[in-house]
């Protein structure tokens, strides 16, 4: 697995290597988002071993992933977009993006909202990252983010047991394990994670 990681990373590097002159904050955005775009999926790969979730999620992301990049790229060279700073003709859709998004799209799906919100929060520095530093305008970003979420969506299921929320009335024999309530009348309202 480390292999794949290093290869990943290795990957990015080249993709990102190439770069026409950025103010000190621009770069600051670009490395960022270069470091999130390849920590993203790391996390996600890694998020199927910390809940041990067998091989199925690892197969999920693995097919997620892999169908990002390759439809990102399959675009760019039909679509043969100009990025606005000049120096290619692959900017639509955004790779980093569309590949932040799959990963963001993936935990959420997989564990659910709270490990989703911060993974769409980092995904959507990502692309701000992308538009700041001059790489893709906000079509490129949008449709990097659609295409990448669409595809783990397409791939992933939940994880989680379906949430229930539930509102009893009646008599409750025990409340939780630590504190017994005998006979009270009581309203009950259980949501479970």
């Known amino acids: 697995m480390k292999k794949y990681i290093f290869i990943l990373l290795g990957f990015n590097w080249t993709l990102c290597s190439a770069q026409i002159n ?29 809940w041990k979730d067998g091989k199925k999620g690892t197969l999920q992301f693995t097919k997620t992933l892999a169908t990002t ?10 679509i043969n977009k100009e990025r606005p700073n000049g120096e290619s003709l692959n900017s639509f859709p955004s790779g980093h993006t ?6 963001a799209g993936f935990m ?5 909202w709270k490990v989703g ?10 692309g701000y990252s992308r538009i700041k530093a001059n790489k893709h305008d906000g079509w490129d ?14 791939f992933t299921e939940s994880f ?8 009893t009335l009646g008599n409750v024999k025990s409340y939780t394990s630590m504190t ?3 006979n009270y009348t009581t309203l009950k309202l259980i949501y479970q994670f």
Not at 108 to 112: A, D, E, N, V, W
Not at 143 to 154: D, N
């Open 108 to 112: 959420q799906k997989r564990y659910g």
């Open 69 to 78: 990049v390759l439809s990102t790229y399959a675009l760019k060279l039909i």
């Open 141 to 154: 970003v949008i449709a990097g983010a659609i295409l990448g979420t669409g595809i783990a969506y397409l």
């Open 180 to 182: 017994t309530v005998r």
């Open 160 to 167: 989680l047991e379906k949430k229930d929320i539930k509102i």
């Open 117 to 126: 919100i911060p993974a769409y929060a980092l995904a959507g520095y990502v």
């Open 98 to 103: 569309s590949i932040a998004f799959a990963s």
């Open 22 to 50: 950025l103010t000190a904050s621009e770069e600051n955005h670009k490395i960022a988002g270069d470091v999130l775009v390849t920590s993203l999926p790391a996390i996600a790969l890694g998020s199927t071993l910390i």
